[in-house]
């Protein structure tokens, strides 16, 4: 965990204070909808479908259980007893008043959380791998160079009001969990030839309108550079970015317009240019910020314990322990993931009661610390094996230990049509109609891992381009309608997936989606043949042919 120093804790107070005057100024009519717009999106607010939604960021997917437990008083006191997780490692409250969430704002800075630019054309959270700092063969945690990342980019000056969004992801592990290549700038630490710390930076990646996968701009920027690397691309894309036309405003379409190899000769001459302006990173301000960051007092345990022995005969624990329970770095624990996606259940929320309870599981079996994933799942990042029973046993009483992680119904979709103003069609239906079809864990098993992604429109906050099958809801004529895209990935191989026919009305989506995974069933060369691999080496027609021959 990291503790926030005076400075941060005085930054998000006077946050907070500023915040509470320019509502005021609004609601007594001081300030127009429009003039208040820019302040309340640097603070987390939109105005969606049917009243003010509330973003708090949780930077590199990382909350003790305090602050899970201040989160869940703010869906108790000023929402409707639920948050929902999302995919950049935040959480949503959906109705909130206005007048209140000054109050909500400041209940959160008691514990050290912060709504600071989770909205608005500038730097968005930082995220990274959830399982950062306890994955084996990871180079190292990569937190700390997120949060060396947040701290210069939160509140710049020269980036708080960028041509568009902004947004950095961080991984350190072989195994891309964080989807660091649809982002804006996307970082992969590893070592050089030397033994050296650095960074391979991707740039331009972004889904929505127009989907991209991030290019590889510098193969390697050692650490002690990577803040004026990252500063000299933004001040490229602040030059040259579109601030004419919102559709190509992001940064993946001026890449895209001037090409990699353009794009990156500005930055290296902008990166020269900026000279010595005191962003070197020495080994002192590096392990200042690392030494902030407290890991806990590990025992020394057996690989096997007695307790996880006795308990293998329990066939419900032994199918959540293979689905929800990963290695860890440090021998006798484990990483356990906890499932937001109960059948019939909105995908990433949770209520207020899950919320305490989870905070309660994570300091008696995790030391307090509770992590947040893209997936929009939790996980107990500090679990010993031998707790693994009890911790199973609190987690079903709570609806938290389905089995379903990575298979068919761990579905990531947005809120769609049923809150947000911008949507065409509803996401959430969907999803909860395709996890009661393939309720079966039997079924999910057979079918192996498998990733459903829902949008309920094009901006694509479902991430439906980079699912193994993609949900984009559409409007035709008054009425929903879904493209189907499948062969999506979003790991260390992503990519877009193919559109594979025409949209189909709401009421079928469920029914293609079966026939698309009986189609895999039937098409793919072994049981161990993922879905996704199945699509590349076959292609989109012969899924084409089966699901839509009777259309």
Same mark, same amino acid.
């Given at each position: 965990?990291?503790?926030?120093?005076?400075?941060?804790?005085?930054?998000?107070?006077?946050?907070?204070?500023?915040?509470?005057? /320019?509502? &005021?100024?609004?609601?007594?009519?001081?300030?127009?909808?429009?003039?208040?717009?820019?302040?309340?999106?640097?603070?987390?607010?939109?105005?969606?479908?049917?009243?003010?939604?509330?973003?708090?960021?949780?930077?590199?997917?990382?909350?003790?259980?305090?602050?899970?437990?201040?989160?869940?008083?703010?869906?108790?006191?000023?929402?409707?007893?639920?948050?929902?997780?999302?995919?950049? /490692?935040?959480?949503?409250?959906?109705?909130?008043?206005?007048?209140?969430?000054?109050?909500?704002?400041?209940?959160?800075?008691?514990?050290?959380?912060?709504?600071?630019?989770?909205?608005?054309?500038?730097?968005?959270? #930082?995220?990274?791998?959830?399982?950062?700092?306890?994955?084996?063969?990871?180079? =190292?945690?990569?937190? %700390?160079?997120? =949060?060396? %990342?947040? /701290?210069?980019?939160?509140?710049? $000056?020269?980036? *708080?009001?960028?041509?568009?969004?902004?947004?950095?992801?961080?991984?350190?592990?072989?195994?891309?969990?964080?989807?660091?290549?649809?982002?804006?700038?996307?970082?992969?630490?590893?070592?050089?030839?030397?033994?050296?710390?650095?960074?391979?930076?991707?740039?331009?990646?972004?889904?929505?309108?127009? $989907?991209?996968?991030?290019?590889?701009?510098?193969?390697?920027?050692?650490?002690?550079?990577?803040?004026?690397?990252? =500063?000299?691309?933004?001040?490229?894309?602040?030059?040259?970015?579109?601030?004419?036309?919102?559709?190509?405003?992001?940064?993946?379409?001026?890449?895209?317009?001037?090409?990699?190899?353009?794009?990156?000769?500005?930055?290296?001459?902008?990166?020269?240019?900026?000279?010595?302006?005191?962003?070197?990173?020495?080994?002192?301000?590096?392990?200042?910020?690392?030494?902030?960051?407290?890991?806990?007092?590990?025992?020394?345990?057996?690989?096997?314990?007695?307790?996880?022995?006795?308990?293998?005969?329990?066939?419900?624990?032994?199918?959540?322990? &293979?689905? *929800?329970?990963?290695?860890?770095?440090?021998?006798?624990?484990? %990483?356990?993931?906890?499932?937001?996606?109960?059948?019939?259940?909105?995908?990433?929320?949770?209520?207020? =009661? /899950?919320?305490?309870?989870?905070?309660?599981?994570?300091?008696?079996?995790?030391?307090?610390? %509770?992590?947040?994933?893209?997936?929009?799942?939790?996980?107990?990042?500090?679990?010993?094996?031998?707790?693994? $029973?009890?911790?199973?046993?609190?987690?079903?009483?709570?609806?938290?230990?389905?089995?379903? #992680?990575?298979? #068919?119904?761990?579905?990531?979709?947005?809120?769609?049509?049923?809150?947000? *103003?911008?949507?065409?069609?509803? *996401?959430?239906?969907?999803?909860?109609?395709?996890?009661?079809?393939?309720?079966?864990?039997?079924?999910?098993?057979?079918?192996?891992?498998?990733?459903?992604?829902?949008?309920?429109?094009?901006?694509?906050?479902?991430?439906?381009? #980079?699912?193994?099958?993609?949900?984009?809801?559409?409007?035709?004529?008054?009425?929903?309608?879904?493209?189907?895209?499948?062969?999506?990935?979003?790991?260390?191989?992503?990519?877009?997936?193919?559109?594979?026919?025409?949209?189909?009305?709401?009421?079928?989506?469920?029914?293609?989606?079966?026939?698309?995974?009986?189609?895999?069933?039937?098409?793919?060369?072994?049981?161990?043949?993922?879905?996704?691999?199945?699509?590349?080496?076959?292609?989109?027609?012969?899924?084409?042919?089966?699901?839509?021959?009777?259309?």
């Amino acid at each position: 965990m990291y503790a926030y120093d005076e400075l941060d804790r005085t930054l998000i107070n006077e946050r907070v204070s500023e915040f509470r005057d /320019q509502v &005021k100024r609004r609601l007594s009519g001081e300030l127009t909808e429009d003039e208040f717009k820019i302040l309340r999106l640097q603070n987390g607010v939109y105005l969606q479908l049917h009243a003010y939604m509330f973003r708090v960021a949780i930077p590199y997917g990382t909350l003790s259980s305090k602050q899970l437990r201040r989160l869940a008083h703010v869906a108790r006191r000023y929402d409707r007893g639920y948050g929902h997780f999302t995919t950049r /490692q935040n959480i949503q409250f959906n109705w909130i008043k206005l007048a209140e969430l000054p109050d909500a704002l400041a209940d959160l800075a008691e514990v050290g959380i912060h709504a600071m630019q989770t909205s608005g054309n500038n730097m968005r959270n #930082v995220t990274s791998d959830q399982w950062a700092g306890v994955a084996p063969g990871e180079i =190292e945690d990569p937190r %700390i160079w997120s =949060e060396l %990342i947040r /701290q210069h980019t939160t509140l710049h $000056p020269e980036f *708080s009001f960028l041509p568009r969004k902004f947004k950095i992801a961080i991984t350190a592990a072989e195994h891309d969990r964080a989807a660091i290549k649809i982002h804006d700038i996307g970082l992969r630490l590893h070592k050089n030839a030397d033994g050296e710390t650095g960074f391979e930076v991707l740039v331009g990646g972004g889904l929505g309108r127009t $989907p991209f996968i991030a290019k590889t701009i510098k193969p390697f920027v050692p650490g002690r550079d990577i803040l004026s690397y990252i =500063e000299a691309i933004l001040r490229v894309y602040n030059q040259y970015g579109r601030r004419d036309n919102i559709y190509k405003a992001r940064i993946k379409i001026l890449v895209h317009e001037l090409g990699i190899e353009k794009f990156a000769k500005e930055v290296e001459e902008e990166w020269k240019a900026m000279g010595d302006v005191g962003l070197t990173l020495d080994h002192t301000a590096i392990e200042e910020v690392r030494s902030r960051f407290s890991y806990p007092p590990y025992e020394k345990l057996p690989h096997m314990p007695d307790e996880l022995k006795q308990a293998a005969h329990d066939k419900l624990f032994e199918r959540w322990r &293979k689905n *929800s329970v990963s290695a860890h770095k440090v021998q006798g624990y484990s %990483i356990v993931t906890l499932s937001l996606k109960p059948v019939g259940g909105p995908p990433g929320d949770a209520t207020a =009661e /899950q919320m305490d309870a989870v905070a309660d599981l994570a300091d008696k079996y995790s030391f307090g610390e %509770i992590r947040v994933g893209h997936e929009q799942n939790l996980a107990l990042p500090h679990v010993a094996k031998r707790d693994l $029973p009890a911790l199973f046993k609190a987690l079903d009483r709570l609806g938290l230990a389905t089995p379903n #992680v990575n298979l #068919v119904t761990d579905i990531i979709a947005c809120p769609g049509l049923d809150y947000c *103003s911008l949507a065409n069609a509803r *996401s959430i239906p969907i999803a909860q109609e395709l996890t009661r079809r393939f309720a079966n864990h039997d079924t999910a098993d057979l079918i192996g891992r498998l990733h459903i992604n829902i949008s309920g429109c094009i901006n694509a906050c479902g991430h439906h381009h #980079v699912g193994h099958i993609g949900i984009l809801g559409v409007e035709k004529n008054g009425e929903e309608f879904y493209q189907i895209t499948i062969g999506g990935r979003a790991d260390e191989n992503a990519q877009m997936g193919t559109l594979i026919g025409p949209a189909v009305p709401y009421a079928e989506v469920a029914d293609v989606i079966e026939d698309i995974v009986e189609a895999y069933l039937a098409l793919r060369d072994r049981p161990e043949e993922l879905f996704v691999d199945t699509v590349k080496r076959l292609g989109v027609e012969p899924f084409r042919e089966r699901v839509y021959a009777t259309r």
